[in-house]
């Protein structure tokens, strides 16, 4: 099939995607989701920081909080696996789109499976002098 042929059949068709999140994502079963804590379990043991194979979670014992970094998290369930106080379940849901590279904060200082979103500096592809 020709460039101009895909063209014009894409021009009269429909879109493949979805327009989440106004619209519900058609989650397949066994999707694992997006990682929760529940912080006031936590007994910051790093277990899940240490399991992690892309290096998503951050722990900081002084501030009683666990980062995770979005972008970098997989859904693996490892860090849910190991986890000896059952703080960090997976849930059936995306994170919201965000266009900036954003981390989620996990306190005690908030309610129980709720986070701040940081956004992280953007990377223009430039090394610095």
């Known amino acids: 099939m020709s ?34 804590y529940d912080m006031s379990r936590c007994i910051f043991c790093r277990k899940c920081e240490r399991s992690c194979p892309t290096v998503a979670i951050i722990t900081d014992r002084d ?18 696996e190991v986890c000896p106080t ?7 849901e995306y994170s919201r789109p965000d266009t900036a590279p954003t981390v989620n904060v996990f306190s005690l200082d908030l309610p129980r499976h709720e986070y ?14």
């Open 63 to 80: 501030a009683k909080t666990q980062t995770v970094i979005r972008h970098r998290c997989i859904g693996c369930n490892t860090c849910v």
């Open 116 to 129: 701040r979103i940081e956004h992280l500096p953007r990377h223009d592809g430039r090394k610095k002098d």
């Open 3 to 36: 460039m101009l042929t895909s063209s014009i059949k894409n021009l009269f068709s429909r879109p493949f995607t979805t327009r989440y999140p106004k619209v519900p994502a058609d989650l397949p079963p066994g999707n694992r989701g997006r990682v929760l």
């Open 86 to 92: 059952e703080t960090i379940t997976m849930v059936q």
